[in-house]
């Protein structure tokens, strides 16, 4: 099993920028695709971003498109997403996750997909 820990949350303005961080302990990071979800009180948590092992294929949902890129650096095991023009919609508990299938060529949006999960971050943005 892989502990992830989220970082980088915060109170920012709409328009601005933040970066989130996931560490993960453990051997096995670089084997497996990662997630970036996100869950706003009262609503389901939705996938954000993933990123396949070698970093080779991403995918993005449509609300952030354009806006949001993940990245992940396997040497320092941590995966990144950097969050510009911010909206406040965008306001949640932001989660890093690690999916089940080793040396998955794809990423996958559902969160049965995935066994490993940080505790999440906090991003707030205000108008």
């Known amino acids: 099993q892989v502990q992830l820990a989220e970082s980088g949350g915060g109170l920012v303005q709409a328009g601005g920028s933040l970066r989130l961080a996931c560490a993960a302990s453990g051997r096995t990071f670089s084997s497996y695709a990662m997630g970036w979800f996100r869950q706003a009180p009262g609503k389901e948590r939705e996938f954000v971003a993933g990123i396949t092992w070698s970093g080779g294929t991403t995918s993005y949902a449509d609300s952030v498109k354009g806006r949001f890129t993940i990245s992940r650096d396997n040497a320092k095991k941590t995966v990144y997403v950097q969050m510009n023009s911010l909206k406040p919609e965008d306001t949640a508990v932001y989660y890093c996750?690690?999916?089940?299938?080793?040396?998955?060529?794809?990423?996958?949006?559902?969160?049965?997909?995935?066994?490993?999960w940080g505790q999440g971050t906090q991003v707030t943005v205000s108008s």
């Open positions: 996750a690690r999916m089940k299938y080793v040396y998955s060529l794809d990423t996958r949006t559902d969160t049965r997909d995935y066994d490993s």
